[in-house]
């Protein structure tokens, strides 16, 4: 594949940026990744639908990059275009009992948007460190609530580079899955409906959420969120916790002490040693419970 002559196709036809060899971990929540053969950054739909042709047409492999809060980068980097969605696609606008919103908005912008607008259901989504295409596409969810809960229409560039809309019914969202984790489709946008509420309780719910997660979280450390998924029965943190995993450290990785259900990049953890740690921590929750945990974090690059 020759990325330098694809990026000068792109970049001759689109405003946004347009990298070569670009670093990816200061776009992950991790701070860990190596680098992305080329970076494009389309500024609005139709620099988005133009890349995606241009891609096509060389035959380049895409990947879709959200805000990077569940993704382990591998540290030799991604061997494909990655497109990150610019400052087009960062937009929320409450109309009656509904918000339309851009792929590209962060859940916390999106969810300060809704209480602005007095709109109740979304405090859950509040201190999700992802943007609004990643929550749809992982089915984010968090104290009772999901995406699927709110989420009443998608629009989306197909595989085929066609823009479709689809119901939110239609999106077979599933415990952290949707038809978006089949193929290669780019959420652009969404509809979101609400309910009409008070904004003081909205935004003393999303304070009280957002206080349980710092006293419960390490956020003080890069991370991914949870690391597994979880399993039936079971919550994954309880499981690694009993298993005396609390504070194993490979490399710069570690089990945190303060939630175990979260590895966190401690000290310069590369993706090898996230990834060793979590085979040990799968391994050892096996001898000791007889459990497979299976992570949550999509782990994706160059092997
Ligand atoms: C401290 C912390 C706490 C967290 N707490 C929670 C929690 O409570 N609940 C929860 O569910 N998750 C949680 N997470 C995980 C993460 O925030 C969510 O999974 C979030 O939805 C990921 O969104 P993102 O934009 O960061 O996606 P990314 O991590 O960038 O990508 C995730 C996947 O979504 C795809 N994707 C992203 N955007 C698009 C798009 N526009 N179109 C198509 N595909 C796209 C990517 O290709 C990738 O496969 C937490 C993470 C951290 C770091």
Known sequence: MN????????????????ALNYPL???????????????????????????????????????????GS?????????????????DGFDYAHAKGDYILAGAGVSLAKLSAEAKNAELTGLEFASGIPGSLGGAIYMNAGAYGGEMKDVITEVSYIDDDGTVKTVAGCDCDFGYRESIFNKGNKIIISAKLTLNKGNKEEILATMRDLNARRKEKQPLEY????????RPEGY?????????GLKGTRIGGAEVSEKH???????????????????????????????VDLEPEVKIIGEE
């Open 3 to 18: 990325f330098q002559e694809l990026k000068n196709q792109i970049q001759s036809k689109i405003f946004g940026e347009v």
């Open 25 to 67: 971990s200061q776009h992950t929540s991790f701070k860990i990744g190596g680098d992305a053969d080329l970076y494009v950054c389309p500024n609005n739909l139709m620099e988005l639908i133009t890349t995606v042709e241009l891609c096509k047409q060389a035959d380049a492999p895409y990947f879709l990059l959200g805000a």
């Open 70 to 86: 569940n993704l382990l980068i591998s540290d030799k980097g991604i061997r494909s275009v990655v497109i990150k969605l610019g």
């Open 222 to 229: 890069p991370s991914a969120g949870s690391t597994f998924r």
């Open 235 to 243: 919550f994954a943190g309880a499981l690694i916790e009993s298993s």
């Open 260 to 290: 175990a259900g979260f590895i966190i990049n401690a000290d310069n953890a590369t993706a090898k040693d996230v990834c060793d740690l979590i085979a040990h921590v799968q391994k050892v929750v096996k001898e000791k419970h007889g």
